[in-house]
């Protein structure tokens, strides 16, 4: 297994990771299940090339751009959805979806159902450049749900009415959960069609929303750790598993079936990996050290 094999899942898993932790937000910290966040990245993925290959714009900005784009139309199909109870949400998220590929593959500026070709790859979406944006996309998130806007958030997942009796503007933080998510759908949409080079309506199924949800769910509600942890390993298993190439499909959701059996909580269950325990235990091998030197 050569290093550009494992650096390509590695930039695939922190792809996928930058929809998961939008979604992770959305559904795991808010509460509201969306089986449409497929069509945010393709707005992002549109937007971003559309921006690099007609209007030489920089890959970073571009991205920007895809995020932004993928956001503003999120803030539109919230105004218009957010006040839906349950299911109703999840299946207006699911009609987004899917009309947003339709509408893609019908629009000849975006090249209709052929898609875009020849998007720019050199020095774009590269192993380092997906860590970086994935790095910083894991600090904002968890400076978000540790502030007092998380915790409004969190509070609307366990209580809608509960939180709105409390004085919480539910309508509010559930539209900035939904925003946020997009803004991190868009850019990871960016991030695959500089990576692949081309893109596609197709590319942007029903199937791709429902793997993503998957994954914040197989990693655990409510845990930015399971959502990485969980990004990586659905990522990785379907190529372990290319060999058995007939079966490799079964196996996989075979094994997300018995993870969800054995652990209904999902991998984290809620929790989170701390680093406190590691820095304890190098601090007190360090304390003990000075304390032999002195001796």
């Given at each position: 297994m050569s290093w550009d094999y494992v650096s390509g899942i590695l930039i695939l898993s922190g792809i996928n990771l930058m929809t998961v932790l939008g979604l992770s937000l959305l559904t795991g910290f808010t509460g509201m299940f969306s089986f449409?966040?497929?069509?945010?990245?393709a707005i992002g993925a549109y937007a971003a090339a559309t921006m690099t290959m007609k209007f030489g714009m920089p890959f970073f900005a571009a991205l920007l751009i895809g995020g932004i784009a993928s956001m503003i139309v999120s803030l539109l199909i919230g105004k218009l959805t957010l006040n839906l109870k349950g299911d109703y949400f999840c299946i207006a998220t699911l009609g987004f979806g899917e009309a947003t590929r339709l509408i893609l593959d019908n629009v000849q500026y975006f090249g209709g159902a052929r898609g875009l070709s020849s998007i720019p790859t050199v020095g774009t979406t590269t192993l380092p450049n997906v860590i970086i944006i994935n790095i910083v996309a894991v600090f904002v998130l968890v400076c978000i749900i540790k502030s007092r806007h998380g915790r409004n958030m969190v509070a609307i997942r366990e209580e809608?009415?509960?939180a709105q009796t409390i004085g919480i503007d539910v309508f509010k933080y559930k539209m900035i959960a939904l925003a946020i998510s997009a803004l991190y759908a868009g850019i990871s949409g960016g991030m695959m069609a500089h990576y692949l080079g081309y893109i596609q309506p197709v590319m942007f199924k029903l199937?791709?929303?429902?793997?993503?949800?998957?994954?914040?769910i197989f990693g655990g509600l409510g845990s930015v750790s399971g959502s990485v942890i969980g990004t990586i390993l659905l990522t990785f298993l379907p190529e372990i598993l290319r060999s058995f190439y007939n079966w490799r499909l079964v196996i996989y959701g075979a094994a997300v079936i018995l993870i969800m059996i054995t652990r209904p909580q999902g991998l984290m269950g809620g929790k989170e990996i701390s680093l406190k325990p590691v820095i304890r235990f190098i601090k007190g091998r360090t304390d003990k050290a000075k304390e032999e030197v002195k001796s």
């Open positions: 449409g966040h497929a069509g945010f990245m809608e009415l509960a199937v791709k929303s429902t793997e993503l949800t998957i994954i914040v």
